[in-house]
């Protein structure tokens, strides 16, 4: 895989159609000239998680998995 950036784009209307606008910044680096095929992965983005609802997904996979993870660090 070559170089690569991840951006988030809202999709703007253009004619029937929508759109993303890359930014130039990120096309002037990777060294991308007008008519250059660019390789896409479109998804839609999820909702963000946040920092609270993060560290209590890993409390608990910290507790449900403690014996194996000492075990792993005892090795």
């Excluded at 660019?38 to 403690?66: D, H, P, S």
Aim: hydrophobic residues 45%; positive net charge.
């Amino acid at each position: 895989m070559g170089m690569m950036f991840t951006t988030v784009q809202k999709a703007i209307k253009i004619g029937t159609s929508r759109g993303v606008i890359l930014p130039a910044k990120e096309l002037k680096r990777l060294g991308v000239a007008e008519n250059d095929e660019l390789e896409l992965v479109v998804r839609k983005k999820t909702a963000a998680v946040t920092n609270e609802e993060l560290m209590a997904t890993a409390e608990g996979i910290m507790t449900k998995y403690r014996k194996a993870f000492k075990n792993l660090a005892e090795r």
